[in-house]
């Protein structure tokens, strides 16, 4: 999935709330590989697939809030 959006590639901020907008989701998504660390920051709705479904990926792969 990282290859598939070409993550490293990517800017370091994606998208940006409509104005006025509210409720709307932010991620973060760090990952390091051989020695690269590429940090990326995220506002809904994403529109590329591949990035949609790393997103979906590592939601469902987080710790759970005690």
Known sequence: MVNA???FDLP???GS???GAA???QYTI???DDG???IVHLTDPIEDPNLQALVTY???RRPTAR
């Open 5 to 7: 959006t070409r993550f």
């Open 12 to 14: 370091t901020v994606m």
């Open 17 to 19: 709330p409509s104005p």
């Open 23 to 25: 409720d709307y989701r």
């Open 30 to 32: 760090t990952i390091e």
């Open 36 to 38: 690269k660390q590429h």
């Open 58 to 60: 590592l939601k469902t």
